[in-house]
Structures are given as structure tokens and as C-alpha cells.
């Protein structure tokens, strides 16, 4: 059995919900800004990619070095093994990023660690001339931070947000790991109602939907590291075998998702389909002000409009006011809203129990959290 160090990215904000995701596989695990690194062997790659609702990426890190200087990066990038990841037709694309560090050329860095990977191959393989790079696909980034180098490779190919299902979407689309995130920093279990009352594409109810039945996020997607000879199909296979074991697709679920525009709950629910909980969540046009329910200790997320385009604002913050209005009625529910507006909780008319910066792309956000009574003596939401 190899061990590697594995490395989860995180948007700003998400460190410690990755962190309790990677802890509930089983793995124990270290957090840095934007990053959660742990051990593990190959199926802990394949099951990090499965299941990880709130990761970017899962990557291995090959090895890391002080350097101040092209040649302390070139001996410290040849020094690794790379023959291990790469097989002599490799094609391995390197990326990079430098910050706060002597070597500030992102470009030399590249070219530098590109020539050490190379002239270590060709010393392995035996080739003379040049490397063919016509096979299986493997990433390398060269990140340097305060002199520090750490190389990676990117397991997970395209980004672990995209799952499969979203064939459609609106003009601001919310990432399905930040969904997944509002949805997990709630604590709603599965017996309770779910509402999403500005849902737009239904991003959130579809993450919802995938946690309450315990649905493995990628598990209809592909990974990259699938086509590498290190990574054997049966450990992609098992993992597989493991989510579908652990689903739970009986399991009834009471998820709406509303909009005041008709073409996104349509294009909700064919999204819902793709992600093949048709019947699962329902989708209806409605304004969020017209939301009623006899339900008692239900949730609300959701990620309203924020009026950043210039005129918007006064008419959003009214929608916000009259949306706050709509809530006093639901005394046992709770409400969790997710806003750039720094004027919401006077417009909302109340102050949120809590409240927890997240980023929602490069765009600053809070998450207002508006804890409901509790039920039975544990707070269900």
C-alpha cells in the first residue's frame, strides 16, 4: 500500500467544513488557508474525489523545498520522484503561482520545474532527445509561497463543483461546493422541510437533495485520475461500489425550490432530473414574499439578489424588508441567507444569531443564520 500526501482545496470561508468532510472519510487532517492536507493511500484519492461536496480539488503534493534561487528549484524539482506519476509518454502541463518569494517569474518557475521533471524522465527511461507527451494527462503546479515550493499533481481534472447535472443556469450561478456548504453549515437533517424560496437553477435544493440521501457528489462524473497507471480502475471502482452501497434513495425528502421566474424552475427541474432526483425536489413559480407553510422546524437557505448593479440596491433591500415580514409567521423554522448587502439585517428587520463570512466567487458575502427553537431538546437546525 502507497501512502501520499493529499491535498484539498477550499474557497476562502470553507476550510473547516472540508475539514470535517475529510475527518467523517476517516482521515485524519491539517488546515492552512485554502488548504487541508491529510494521508492516504489510492482509495482514499478516489473516495476524496467521490464524496467532498465542498472541496475545489483533490491533489497530490510530490514534495516541498526551500528555494531562493533557479537552481536550488531545479535540484529540489529533480530530486523528486516523478517517475512514480509520470509514465514516459506523459504529457504534464505546469502551472504555477508565486507569492511573497525571491523567485517572483511565475513563467521561470514553470520553465525551470518543466526542465528538472524532464531531464530526471529521460535519465529514468533511458530516452535521448525529447519526451513524446502523447499520453495520459497529468497536471503539475509549482506553488511558491514566502520561499517555501510545494509541487503538486491535479487528480480531479475539471473542478470538483461540477457534477454532471447542471445543464442549464442563470446569470449569476451559485458554485454547487458554496451550495453544499450553506446547506452543511446549517445542521437540517433529512426528516425536516427544506425550502429554497430565490432558487434559481436549484443549486441549493439539488445539493440538499444529494446530502439528504447521502448521494456521493461525483459519483456520474469522471476524474482525471482515472486514466493514470498509479491510480489501478478497481480502487475507482470499489469507491464506487462503496457510494452506491451507502446511498440511501428511499429515503423520502420534503425540498422545494420556488422563483419568480418561470424559466428557472424549468430549467430546476430539468437540472434535478440530470442529477436524477426527479420527484424528489419540487420546483414552483412563486415570489419568495407569498411563501406560507403549516410546517413546523423547517430551514430555509437561500442566496436572494444582492442589488449590486447600480439603481438595484433600494429595490432589493425593500424585497429583503417585505421577504422578513413573510417570516414572522414561521416561528419554529430556520433561516439562513447568504448576501453581499451589509444593510440586511436592518432591512430583514432583525439581528441574525450568527453570522460567517464566505465568498461567493471573488465577491465578499455573509451568511446570516437565523436559528429556530429547539426540538426535543437538540437544536435541529
Known amino acids: 500500500m502507497t501512502m501520499f500526501n493529499i491535498l484539498a482545496t477550499s474557497a476562502m470561508g470553507l476550510e473547516s467544513v472540508v475539514a470535517k468532510e475529510v475527518r467523517n472519510l476517516g482521515y485524519t487532517c491539517q488546515v492552512e488557508n485554502g488548504k487541508i492536507m491529510y494521508e492516504g493511500d489510492e482509495r482514499a484519492i478516489a473516495r476524496s474525489n467521490l464524496w467532498l461536496r465542498t472541496a475545489d480539488r483533490i491533489k497530490i503534493i510530490v514534495g516541498r523545498f526551500p528555494a531562493t534561487t533557479f537552481d536550488q528549484l531545479f535540484e529540489g524539482t529533480k530530486a523528486l520522484p516523478w517517475e512514480q506519476f509520470l ?4 504529457q504534464f502541463p505546469v502551472m504555477g503561482k508565486s507569492v511573497k518569494s525571491t523567485l517572483y517569474s511565475v513563467p521561470d518557475c514553470q520553465s525551470i520545474v518543466k526542465k528538472a521533471i524532464v531531464e530526471r524522465l529521460r535519465k529514468k527511461y533511458k530516452v535521448n532527445g525529447w519526451l513524446e507527451e502523447n499520453g495520459p494527462i ?5 506553488s511558491i509561497l514566502k520561499d517555501q515550493v510545494t509541487l503538486t499533481i491535479d487528480t480531479s481534472g ?3 463543483h461540477k457534477r454532471g447535472y447542471r445543464v442549464g443556469q442563470g446569470g449569476a450561478p451559485l458554485k454547487e461546493t458554496l451550495a453544499a456548504a450553506l446547506v452543511l453549515l446549517t445542521n437540517w437533517t433529512p426528516e ?3 425550502v429554497d424560496p430565490f432558487c434559481g437553477s436549484g443549486t441549493i435544493s439539488i445539493e440538499a437533495a444529494l446530502i439528504g440521501q447521502n448521494i456521493a457528489p461525483g459519483f456520474n462524473r469522471d476524474f482525471l485520475g482515472e486514466s493514470w497507471h498509479w491510480l489501478p480502475k478497481k480502487v475507482w471502482d470499489d469507491a464506487r461500489m462503496e457510494a452506491e452501497d451507502l446511498a440511501e434513495y428511499d429515503r423520502e425528502l ?4 420556488s422563483d419568480i421566474d418561470h424559466q428557472m424552475t424549468n430549467i430546476a427541474m430539468e437540472n ?7 420527484g424528489i425536489v419540487q420546483f414552483k413559480q412563486m415570489q419568495a414574499t407569498d411563501f ?3 410546517d413546523e422546524y423547517g430551514v430555509i437557505v437561500t442566496n436572494p439578489p444582492y442589488g449590486e448593479r447600480l439603481g438595484e440596491k433600494k429595490d432589493v433591500q425593500k424585497l429583503y424588508r417585505q421577504f422578513g415580514e413573510t417570516l414572522n409567521n414561521l416561528s419554529t423554522w430556520s433561516f439562513y441567507i447568504l448576501t453581499a448587502d ?3 439585517e436592518t432591512c430583514f428587520g432583525k439581528e441574525a444569531t450568527k453570522k460567517r463570512k464566505l465568498y461567493n466567487g471573488p465577491l465578499k458575502t455573509d451568511y446570516y443564520q437565523y436559528w429556530g427553537p429547539r426540538k426535543n431538546n437538540f437544536r435541529k437546525s
Open 272 to 278: 434535478a432530473m440530470e442529477a436524477g432526483l426527479s
Open 254 to 257: 420534503n425540498i422545494v425550490g
Open 138 to 142: 497529468v497536471p503539475i503546479e509549482v
Open 342 to 344: 451589509e444593510q440586511f
Open 292 to 294: 406560507r407553510s403549516k
Open 192 to 194: 425536516k422541510p427544506f
Open 87 to 90: 509514465t514516459k509518454d506523459a
Open 158 to 160: 475539471v473542478g470538483l
